[in-house]
């Protein structure tokens, strides 16, 4: 996948090496896509044995198959103490998200053009809406891509969203404000995007069945093209290879037109080395908690009450039902017994036996199969402390085991038990933030010395737009249309960092990608070792925090070259790269320790056990804060290591200026993972980055 070339040169370039692979009968038309606006490279149906033959071509990257990547799926705002009115520039609404998703729900309040002037001059793209989608002020543009032509029954082939995913996304990151949102009542207020002031760009590349490579790199050549600045993707699957990666290929490109791509890390947590997205041009975010969280009591006939969690919307006026368990209630027709019953899987509740009633399941499900079977409602146990809020297509709470065992003592010492399941209410969390146990952890599985995910936004019970057309339980037997959904995911925290990252480029327009994201790093609020399982593996630099990332102080830039004597460090020839990029890029002599040297705004550094501890990490910084200031290092240096900073105070005469210094660590390891941070300080600003040394995996 290279840099972009002349158009009609590679066209026929692409026909001539399927020709050679596949023979001469072979035309232009057998392409599914051909990516030529942005980087080099195209789509076609092989065969394994073609395959390998074209991957053995002179100039040919990589070659992979069109495998499909998954989506990781206000008050959150306020809680990051990120003001509705913000400092506003005149070039804020010419600020441009790229949102790579399900599509968008254009009619949604948060998305209401009233104030905006038409799109920004630079805006070269279109609207592919048919019939059924306009764009506006707002929207400013919208595509869809489906490479394979195979649409789901709820598929809609337009930009519009079906699934209400890319709605929740767009709106989180750039959505207008709309005062009185709520689902149903529950976390009523005001819904926002990050920077409301930005436009947004759709590229519809989720459908029913998943989102395909070949559809995700035919986005983003169009996005980097059609001049989007900020590239938000919350989706992804694992691979350790960057260039069989369409998020990683894409992500490169766009790095090098000087757009900065914000992705989730993945919903793989709590366990180590499980992220989805981890190259390093681009940002990889993990999901964060904020300060509210929603409760959902059950109370019995024998006025005991016991509280789950989920997010319920159902008002059953206080009414009490019969309660029955589902382990009692198998249906042997379809040839279930209790021992399937008791999870109330689909089909294997007894409906003569729950119809009415609500029904008590070992562990948790999406409560289909209580639903077909007539049930009113549905009590689960099994609840971990950091489980997890969801919607239900029915009244549901989700319990731990002892409070669940409590209710099946209840139904089994009770002649008629009954209880009822209230509507949630929401609480205050005020252990908040920590990392959702589904946020995946690091380290980078790829490269062993980029510490990921780089930071942490909140991606837990999120209020934001939907497709009113998409039940907010995600199960198709809801009926309940609404336009705000309460949801969790990487998904969500993933646009949180790209409004931020949207609102430090309206302030600090010719900044590049990595001074964005160094921005958004170093001034991140550090989190705690001791609530998080995999501490900097699991939060990165720390929590979103959008205000103080305007104002970094110092930066930590990296030039697209550098991203090239990186990959040279990871073994990549020149032959390679030059393929990759498109130029005559080549890798300098003595590159093999090009990795630690990227200047990264983190620092992280894998060792064999027991071994010695004894490396250099080099560093420049450049000041866009005060023309004249004094830095002085502050560290923390964990029991058995040595952390020394040479020089250990940088005096700055003038903005832009560039000052170099060193990290050098000695020392063992005391444990598995060891943290520790430098920060820059001038009394006024703190620059700080994190430091984590690990025993190898």
């Not at 980087?39 to 092989?46: I, K, P, S, T």
């Not at 409602?377 to 919607?391: E, K, L, Y």
């Not at 209230?422 to 933030?433: G, T, V, Y």
């Amino acid at each position: 996948m290279g840099n972009k070339r002349d158009e009609i040169s590679t066209s026929s370039l692409y026909t001539s090496m399927l020709q050679e692979v596949i023979g001469s009968h072979i035309g232009p038309e057998s392409l599914l896509y051909s990516y030529k606006r942005s980087f080099h490279g195209f789509a076609v149906e092989l065969t394994e044995q073609e395959a390998q033959t074209m991957a053995g071509m002179d100039g040919v990257v990589s070659v992979f198959p069109n495998e499909k990547k998954e989506l990781h799926t206000t008050r959150s705002w306020d809680f990051l103490g990120f003001p509705k009115q913000v400092e506003k520039t005149t070039i804020g609404s010419n600020v441009i998200i790229g949102v790579l998703d399900t599509g968008i729900w254009p009619e949604s309040d948060s998305f209401n053009d009233k104030g905006f002037g038409p799109p920004p001059s630079k805006w070269k793209g279109t609207c592919k809406g048919l019939t059924n989608f306009t764009c506006n002020n707002k929207i400013i543009g919208a595509r869809y891509y489906r490479s394979d032509g195979n649409y789901g029954k709820k598929d809609i082939k337009s930009p519009r969203d079906s699934d209400g995913h890319g709605t929740h996304v767009s709106s989180t990151a750039a959505g207008n404000i709309v005062s009185m949102a709520s689902v149903q009542g529950l976390g009523l207020g005001t819904a926002r995007g990050g920077f409301p002031s930005a436009r947004i760009a759709v590229y519809k590349i989720c459908w029913l069945f998943g989102c395909n490579d070949a559809d995700i790199l035919a986005a983003f050549d169009d996005a980097i093209a059609d001049g989007v600045d900020i590239i938000s993707i919350s989706v992804g699957f694992y691979n350790e290879n960057y260039f069989t990666d369409s998020i990683a290929i894409g992500a490169f490109h766009a790095m090098r037109n000087g757009i900065l791509t914000s992705s989730s890390a993945g919903n793989r947590g709590p366990d180590l080395a499980t992220l989805s997205n981890f190259a390093p041009w681009f940002l990889s975010v993990a999901a964060s908690t904020i300060d509210r969280k929603f409760f959902t009591e059950v109370q019995l006939g024998n006025n005991k009450t016991y509280e789950g969690i989920s997010i319920n919307t159902f008002d059953l006026k206080n009414e009490k039902y019969p309660i029955i368990y589902g382990g009692d209630a198998p249906n042997t027709t379809a040839g279930a017994d209790g021992l399937n019953s008791r999870f109330c899987s689909d089909y294997t509740l007894d409906p003569n036996l729950v119809k009415g009633k609500i029904v008590l399941c070992d562990g948790e499900n999406d409560g289909v199969g209580q639903l077909l079977a007539g049930a009113v409602g549905t009590v689960m146990q099994g609840r971990r402390p950091n489980s997890v809020f969801f919607a239900f297509p029915l009244p549901a709470s989700y319990l731990s085991l002892e409070d669940g065992s409590n209710i099946y003592s209840y139904i089994n010492s009770t002649r008629s038990p009954t209880a009822t399941i209230l509507k949630s209410n929401e609480r205050r969390d005020k252990f908040a933030p920590y990392i959702a146990t589904f946020s995946s952890r690091g380290p980078n599985p790829t490269s062993h010395n980029i510490l990921k995910p780089d930071l942490a936004a909140p991606g837990v019970d999120i209020l934001a737009a939907w497709s009113p057309i998409s039940p907010i339980s995600d199960v198709e037997l809801d009926k309940r249309a609404l336009s705000y959904n309460i949801i969790s995911g990487t998904s969500m925290s993933c646009p949180h960092v790209s409004g931020a990252a949207a609102y430090i480029k309206s302030l600090h327009p010719t900044w590049s990608p990595a001074a964005i994201r160094s921005a958004l790093m170093t001034t991140a609020v550090p989190m705690s070792a001791e609530k998080n399982p995999g501490v900097d593996f699991a939060y990165g630099a720390g929590n979103l925090n959008p205000l103080n990332a305007s104002n970094p102080g110092l930066i930590y830039d990296i030039d697209p070259l550098d991203y090239i004597k990186y990959l040279c460090g990871q073994g990549f020839s020149t032959k390679l790269l030059q393929a990759i990029t498109g130029d005559k890029s080549s890798c300098p002599k003595g590159s093999d320790g090009a990795v630690f040297d990227l200047n990264y705004p983190s620092f992280a550094l894998s060792t064999p056990p027991l071994n010695s501890i004894s490396h250099v990490f080099n560093r420049t910084v450049t000041n866009v804060g005060l023309p004249t200031c004094t830095y002085k290092a502050i560290v923390t240096t964990p029991p058995g290591l040595s952390i020394k900073v040479n020089p250990s105070v940088l005096s700055v005469t003038s903005l832009g200026q560039k000052l170099s210094f060193s990290v050098t660590i000695e020392g063992t390891l005391e444990k598995q993972i060891v943290s520790a941070s430098l920060i820059w300080d001038d009394g006024t600003l703190q620059v700080r980055s994190p430091i984590v040394v690990y025993g190898a995996f």
